[in-house]
């Protein structure tokens, strides 16, 4: 989870993506679609495509595969 500063549209995580997937992502709570709303490229970097405001909450779940 990260709080954005003006204007920010890109955001590192802190664990590699393989396949968009595997992740969801909430803006305030609210559902992110990929490709319309943001795309991961490097495997770890999350960019919306539109700013974010100050203080909005950005949070990325990434879901890993073969896990118990």
Known sequence: QSNA???Q????MS??????DYT????????QS???????TANNIL???SNC???????AYIYVTGLV
Do not use: E, M
């Open 5 to 7: 500063s003006v204007n």
């Open 9 to 12: 549209s890109v955001f590192t």
């Open 15 to 20: 664990s590699n993506v393989a396949n968009l």
């Open 24 to 31: 969801l992502v909430t803006l305030n709570g609210l559902l």
């Open 34 to 40: 990929p490709v319309t709303d943001y795309t991961i």
């Open 47 to 49: 960019t919306f495509t």
């Open 53 to 59: 405001y100050l203080l909005d909450v950005v949070t």
